[in-house]
């Protein structure tokens, strides 16, 4: 589109879709380029989107703001469950545990849909509820895929909370570890006798959409059954990135 053609809502939003693209936080000058703006235009913009919390701007470059998080959780009750609950009733099917989708909010990750045997009846779906990334693996997994700058505000809740954050205990390296392998694993820190593993949907580097967990009781997962749930886990959440990337890649190609 010529940038004559262009309003100034097409550039902010052209923006903010450039710094959720990229494979790393861009800078200024990367951004310029990439929308086709002069760089005093696209800073006065950013300089608005970060205000408005569309934006966060970390040293010299950029990440998606705390508002994209909170819109993307309220699309998340309407077409992302609804996308995903095939998904997450095949996977429940499948291990015969409790599965839950998350999306991440400003202060952890919300619990936005459950599929529960009757079986798992005693333990909490947590529907509805925000829960914090040192107790939990859904808000674990979805912080350990965001880049490093965007991980901030997590880890000030963390300490607050007294959570160590350093150390072999220590958040840093929960959140290390779930980077390394893609999958975060909680025993008992929330619940006793519950253990659960969840794994990140991530159609864009640093920018993930939801988080599927698994939850039964720890004395049914041993270490050969975490290896074959975290199987059937990452399958479940290959297919839901297909479902999400789908409709995108179909408008790319048209």
């Not at 200024?28 to 696209?42: F, N, P, Q, W």
């Not at 939850?215 to 290959?238: K, N, T, W, Y």
Request: aromatic share 4%; net charge negative.
């Amino acid at each position: 589109m010529p940038q004559a053609q262009r309003t100034a809502v097409d550039k902010a939003l052209d923006l903010i879709e450039a710094v959720a693209a990229a494979p790393l936080p861009p800078r200024l000058t990367d951004l310029a380029e990439e929308v086709g703006l002069h760089r005093a235009t696209a800073y006065r913009i950013l300089v608005d989107l970060v205000r408005r919390g569309w934006l966060l701007r970390a040293d010299d470059r950029y990440l998606p703001g705390t508002a994209v998080l909170r819109l993307s959780a309220r699309a998340a009750h309407n077409s992302l469950t609804v996308l995903a609950r095939p998904v997450l009733e095949d996977l429940s099917a499948r291990t015969g545990m409790m599965v839950n989708l998350q999306v991440l909010d400003s202060d952890g990750s919300r619990v936005v849909d459950v599929v529960r045997p009757d079986r798992l009846a005693m333990i909490s779906t947590l529907r509805d509820e925000t829960l914090p990334v040192h107790r939990f693996a859904g808000p674990l997994a979805l912080v350990a895929t965001l880049a490093p700058q965007a991980r901030g505000p997590y880890l000030d809740l963390a300490r607050k909370a007294g959570h160590p954050l350093d150390g072999a205990a220590g958040l840093l390296a929960d959140i290390e570890h779930a980077e390394s392998t893609g999958f975060a694993v909680e025993y008992g820190r929330n619940e006793q006798f519950v253990a659960s593993v969840s794994r990140a949907v991530v159609p864009v580097p640093g920018a993930p959409v939801c988080a599927v967990t698994v939850v039964g009781p720890d004395a049914e997962i041993d270490a050969e059954r975490m290896r074959r749930l975290q199987e059937e886990l990452a399958v479940a959440v290959d297919t839901l990135g297909e479902l999400l990337s789908g409709p995108s890649a179909q408008a790319d190609a048209r």
